[in-house]
């Protein structure tokens, strides 16, 4: 322990022992009276209009049940009408009947990546990222060397206004 640290501590304690001997500062009284008022206005409120888990129990189910058989009746409409296969079967089709279009777009996307990567010689796949890479590096550091111009080391310009 150093000296230094020694004077540091002793001066906290001080510090810290003349902040404890301050009265607690009081609320301001248009702060007190607005947030009573806003605890009555929230105490006033109809229960629906509430958080929902301040909601009687009965309505909090009835809600959870209403929007299980909303979210079963839109997978099912939305589904083709398959006969003769069983219920696990129908959900699987179900399922991929909701997923074709992202399985579209994911299988196109893959195809044009498979032509470009074949259509553009390696060197030049190679060369792009190299050049990415050092335009990263490139931002880093001029993002670096203007944070230490403008924040690390304020100019005594700065520290007079």
Same mark, same amino acid.
């Given at each position: 322990?150093?000296?230094?640290?020694?004077?540091?501590?002793?001066?906290?304690?001080?510090?810290?022992?003349?902040?404890?001997?301050?009265?607690?500062?009081?609320?301001?009284?248009?702060?007190?009276?607005?947030?009573?008022?806003?605890?009555?206005?929230?105490?006033?409120?109809?229960?629906?209009?509430?958080?929902?888990?301040?909601?009687? $129990?009965?309505?909090? %189910?009835?809600?959870?049940?209403?929007? /299980?058989? *909303?979210? &079963?009746?839109?997978? +099912?409409?939305?589904?083709?009408?398959?006969?003769?296969?069983?219920?696990m079967e129908n959900i699987i089709a179900m399922a991929l009947t909701w997923a074709h279009p992202?399985?579209?777009?994911?299988?196109?996307?893959?195809? $044009?990546?498979?032509? %470009?990567?074949?259509?553009?010689?390696? /060197?030049? *796949?190679? &060369?792009?990222?190299? +050049?990415?890479?050092?335009?990263?590096?490139?931002?880093?550091?001029l993002s670096a060397a203007g944070y230490h111009f403008l924040y690390a080391h304020p100019s005594p310009a700065r520290?007079?206004?």
């Open positions: 322990m150093t000296p230094h640290d020694d004077q540091d501590e002793r001066l906290d304690r001080v510090l810290r022992a003349a902040l404890e001997q301050l009265p607690p500062r009081p609320a301001p009284s248009s702060l007190e009276s607005r947030v009573l008022g806003e605890l009555r206005r929230r105490a006033a409120l109809p229960w629906w209009r509430r958080s929902f888990g301040s909601w009687p $129990l009965p309505a909090q %189910l009835a809600l959870v049940a209403v929007c /299980a058989v *909303l979210v &079963g009746v839109t997978m +099912l409409s939305g589904a083709p009408a398959l006969a003769g296969i069983s219920p992202a399985i579209v777009i994911f299988t196109s996307a893959s195809g $044009l990546a498979r032509v %470009l990567t074949d259509t553009i010689p390696p /060197a030049w *796949l190679y &060369g792009g990222l190299g +050049l990415t890479v050092c335009l990263y590096a490139v931002l880093l550091g520290n007079q206004s």
